[in-house]
């Protein structure tokens, strides 16, 4: 029912696998900062064309892994649709509201939201709203090639807390009965593919099962954390998780820190001097004092924290409740493997 798969001319710059042989990353374990990214041209691409991977581990030929992609595009897919065989991709929109189309039919996905369309489901993305017809859309998609994303454990929280189930969204219904020719882009093993088809993939009147795409409202949020003293580990932040084949390890944790009170006593607000056998990377989504669409790498074993002018300010803050991040989200990316920048990122 489609003329064959051919190589994709047009993006090069999506890499899925990160080991030393691949002369497309760079292997340092540098604490790296980002003012906020650009893709040159961007205006001018669509959502493919305007993907460029940030970084990543593993290798999506061994489900083992994630990646992180930055996206910019100032034009839509048009009759042109994609979907990854090589892992679920968390879209985290920074600037511009998305309309994610998929087979499940459509998503609304404005900043501060996520969206997750799993493996090998076809999509397409515009940009709707105000933000339309001004800037490029840009943000964040992140990948991970095995597994899926699921709720984390709760263990001793109980039944609710974190991201509750019951504010997950699927996709509004929609079909197309559109005979004309279509380009189907395809992420197979960390290289892109293209076919061409006669109709719309998106005329999928009825499915079966639980493998749906999802959003979720990160103002929705439940933020728990220590009232009495020190600070809790990052985990209880999580939103959304990745388990890996270790426990007590993640392939990938999406964590989430939004606005919040901070209760604790006799002890220093910014989070102290440590290194983690787990590999950190932030993005700024709105507020806070980095720039939007900044972000951060900390790896493993090197130190990791906030920078020396806010550890400087830290020692000024009065003990007692203060609240923390008001207006802002600032969102974290945990994994029990290295993060290997790829050479765009570090150019």
């Given amino acids: 029912m489609h003329y064959p798969y051919e190589p994709y001319r047009g993006n090069t710059k ?3 696998s990160f080991g030393h042989d691949n002369p497309e990353v760079v292997v340092t374990p540098q604490q790296l900062r980002w003012d906020p990214l650009n893709v040159k041209g961007g205006e001018d691409l669509d959502f493919v064309d305007g993907l460029r991977t940030l970084m990543g581990n593993g290798n999506a030929q061994q489900k083992d892994g994630a990646a992180i992609h930055f996206y910019q595009f100032g034009k839509d897919m048009d009759r042109r649709a994609m979907y990854s ?68 454990e709760l263990g001793p929280i109980g039944g609710n807390g974190l991201a509750n189930i019951e504010d997950f969204q699927t996709p509004t219904a929609a079909y197309e009965d559109e005979d004309a020719d279509w380009n189907i882009v395809a992420k197979y093993q960390g290289k892109l593919f293209q076919y061409v088809q006669g109709h719309s993939p998106f005329d999928v009147v009825a499915w079966m099962g639980n493998y749906v795409p999802f959003k979720y409202d990160l103002s929705k949020f439940n933020t728990l954390g220590s009232v009495s003293f020190d600070h809790p580990d990052p985990s209880l932040q999580c939103c959304l998780t990745v388990p890996s084949d270790t426990p007590g390890t993640s392939v990938l ?6 606005p919040r009170w901070s209760a604790v006593e006799n002890t220093f607000r ?10 950190e990377w932030v993005a700024c989504i709105q507020g806070y004092e980095y720039p939007k669409n900044g972000c951060n790498l900390h790896n493993i074993g090197s130190g990791h924290g906030p920078s020396a002018d806010v550890t400087e300010a830290g020692y000024k803050i009065p003990p007692g409740p203060m609240y923390v991040g008001e207006g802002g989200m600032m969102v974290m990316v945990e994994t029990y493997l290295a993060l290997v920048p790829t050479k765009w990122a570090i150019e």
């Fill in 85 to 152: 065989a090589d892992g679920d991709i968390l879209f985290l929109p920074v600037n511009g509201e998305l309309l994610i189309t998929t087979e499940f039919g459509k998503m609304h996905v404005p900043p501060n939201h996520i969206a997750v369309v799993q493996r090998n489901m076809k999509f397409s993305v515009k940009r709707v709203g105000d933000h339309a017809a001004g800037q490029p859309a840009d943000g964040y998609a992140v990948e991970v090639f095995k597994g899926h994303y699921e709720l984390p």
């Fill in 270 to 279: 910014p989070q102290w001097f440590h290194r983690n056998v787990m590999s």
């Fill in 14 to 16: 999506v890499v899925s």
């Fill in 253 to 258: 944790d999406f964590m989430a820190f939004g």
